[in-house]
């Protein structure tokens, strides 16, 4: 499965971005799918992930409660919803897809190029 990040942009602290993942390639409904983020100089880190038929969601602590995964399989998309941003949220912002379920980068196969988010104090 092919997956083509975006949305990304330069937003103040306290404000909105969207982010969005358009898959194609293989049924993009068999697979859960994450996103990641990665600052300069740190590892890449788990951020949200939904799963295959979009009932169940999981957020990494740091996002829990501002931070909305969503996905639309008839249109083969999933959405971040990123609400009252901080300066510590910007990072590359990458959206992956992974036949198991699990928080660990290694276990997603697919990968996006990534969308930068700057968040300015």
Not at 71 to 79: E, H, I, P, Q, S
Not at 86 to 102: I, N, Q, R
Request: with cysteine; proline share 2%.
């Amino acid at each position: 499965v092919q997956l083509q990040a975006s949305g990304g942009g330069l937003v103040q602290a306290g404000g909105s971005l969207r982010l969005s993942c358009a898959a194609s390639g293989r049924t993009f409904s068999n697979y859960g799918t994450g996103w990641f983020r990665q600052a300069p100089g740190k590892e890449r880190e788990f951020v949200a992930r939904i799963s295959r038929g979009g009932g169940n969601t999981y957020y990494a602590d740091s996002v829990k409660g501002r931070f909305t995964i969503s996905r639309d399989n008839a249109k083969n998309t999933v959405y971040l919803q990123m609400n009252s941003l901080k300066p510590e949220d910007t990072a590359v912002y990458y959206c992956a897809a992974a036949s198991v379920s699990s928080r660990v980068v290694a276990d997603y196969a697919y990968w996006g190029q990534g969308t930068q988010v700057t968040v300015s104090s």
